[in-house]
């Protein structure tokens, strides 16, 4: 495995408490311990000048980082002292590493703090065990600068969520993998810029902890390569069930699909065709037909159906839809017509609700949105794509991915729809739903990134192209195919 593929697998604390007791047979902790603070000094010399730093250190693991960290910075010249919040337990590794410090030792209190211009927080780490107190986050509150050591005190390594009081850190240095709370908001936020660092954890010890979740990413996935034999139907079909009062809805779905490769996109707007037709783009074809008849046609596999439509108009698709064995993309009204009845979602295979939307479903999701959104997932038998500024993807078999590759530009009405679109492309193509669903997300944030800082809905699909031929480009290289020069590998 490679280091971008590396990257991607996201440990939970409970997982990473797991990684390292198996590490730990194979390399003691204190050496890991003497990398993790060798690391984070690094860090502090590599992005800021020479200046007064504390180090608030705390009583486990993630103290024992900091005093190495203060030792390793005195060594280089700087000036530190450390303050404890309370002594390692004796005759652990953390203690050891403490009895090293033998520079100046301060109160842990904020008026001490605030004397410094660098704060390196090693009070606690991902795993809490109990909310953080504001007599804690005074101390932390009153320095200049922060540095946090693997999370900033205060926030849960597996949600990214608060437990009692938080200070934002300006860096965050983390070891052997990022965390979801790195990625998760108000985690994400409050990390500041986080900086991953090896600290000699072998590999081996990765697979058996069965880490289930990842950063999204190419390399997690390949989007369908386009070859010179590539034709409509091979790139696949796109059928979007557009309703008589929205129309815009559809289109906007219809232009995601168009847009991120698909090979053939068709409307079906039966008695409302006319309403469509007279503004179509010439690509687009508009059925009249009732759905029954459309069905017929085997090769019209993966449906869109939601964006635009009224509850009553949901109701008379999407359960014909299952019935006929289709794939189903649901958005937007299915959500509507599932309010508090979960199970009227089963059998579709993607479906798209943003934070609202799942909470008139499913109820509100809680601190832990992975594990709220695995449970859907469960509950639906469908890929799950919470969307938000932290996307979260899940399938029902445990996989999520978490998606930080977005834009605020994404929160425009259709933003939704267009993203349907790009979901369905990738089923059509061949993907499968949970790997599809997760390309469609990136894919979404990458148009946005391209098309500006203000654009509309309507913008995003002509910024998809340059958007999958990165995702290709960026694919091939996670996965080792590609050369430094841009020349593939046999």
């Given at each position: ?31 890991l311990m003497e990398n993790a603070g060798r690391a984070v000094a690094r860090a502090v010399r590599r992005h800021m000048r020479p200046c007064r730093v504390v180090v608030l250190c705390g009583p486990g693991n993630n103290g024992g980082d ?54 390196i927080d090693a009070v606690f780490g991902a795993g809490l065990s109990r909310p953080v107190g504001e007599d804690v986050a005074a101390v932390l509150r009153a320095g200049r600068r922060i540095v946090a050591i693997d999370m900033p005190t ?337």
């Open positions: 495995m490679n280091d971008a593929e590396c990257q991607l697998l996201l440990p939970d604390p409970h997982q990473m408490g797991q990684i390292d007791a198996l590490a730990a047979r194979q390399v003691p902790i204190r050496t900091g005093y190495v960290a203060a030792r390793r910075l005195a060594e280089a010249g700087w000036a530190v002292s450390v303050a404890s919040l309370a002594p390692p337990r004796p005759g652990g590794d953390a203690a050891d590493v403490a009895a090293l410090w033998t520079g100046p030792r301060v109160p842990f209190t904020a008026e001490e703090v605030a004397r410094y211009d660098l704060v205060g926030v849960d390594g597996a949600t990214g969520s608060v437990w009692g009081h938080a200070v934002p850190a300006e860096l965050t240095v983390t070891f052997c993998r990022l965390k979801p709370g790195h990625l998760l908001l108000p985690g994400r936020e409050l990390c500041g810029r986080s900086e991953l660092a090896d600290i000699g954890i072998p590999e081996s010890v990765i697979a058996p902890a069965q880490v289930r979740t990842w950063r999204n990413a190419p390399g997690l996935w390949q989007v369908p390569h386009c070859g010179v034999e590539s034709y409509k139907y091979s790139r696949g079909v796109v059928s979007i069930c557009g309703g008589g009062q929205m129309p815009g809805a559809a289109r906007l779905s219809a232009a995601g699909a168009r847009g991120s490769g698909a090979g053939l996109v068709r409307l079906a707007a039966g008695p409302a065709a006319d309403l469509y037709r007279m503004q179509a783009p010439a690509g687009l074809i508009i059925d009249s037909a009732p759905l029954e008849d459309l069905l017929h046609d085997a090769r019209r596999k993966v449906w869109v159906c939601g964006p635009g439509l009224t509850v009553d108009e949901v109701a008379a698709t999407f359960s014909t839809l299952v019935a006929a064995g289709r794939q189903v993309v649901a958005d937007a009204g299915a959500f509507s017509m599932a309010a508090g009845q979960p199970d009227r979602l089963r059998g579709a295979t993607v479906i798209t609700p943003h934070a609202g939307e799942f909470a008139r479903v499913f109820g509100h999701p809680g601190a832990d949105r992975p594990a709220a959104a695995r449970q859907a997932a469960v509950r639906t038998g469908a890929v799950v794509v919470m969307k938000g500024p932290d996307t979260i993807i899940a399938s029902p078999d445990g996989r999520v991915a978490i998606n930080d590759h977005a834009t605020p530009a994404l929160g425009t009405a259709g933003s939704g729809d267009t993203l349907t679109g790009i979901v369905s492309a990738m089923l059509a193509a061949g993907m499968p739903p949970w790997e599809g669903a997760c390309a469609a997300v990136w894919l979404h944030g990458e148009a946005a990134m391209h098309a500006g800082p203000w654009p509309i809905a309507e913008q995003f699909d002509l910024h998809l192209g340059a958007a999958r031929a990165k995702a290709e480009a960026l694919g091939r290289k996670a996965l080792g195919k590609e050369m430094p020069d841009g020349k593939m590998r046999a």
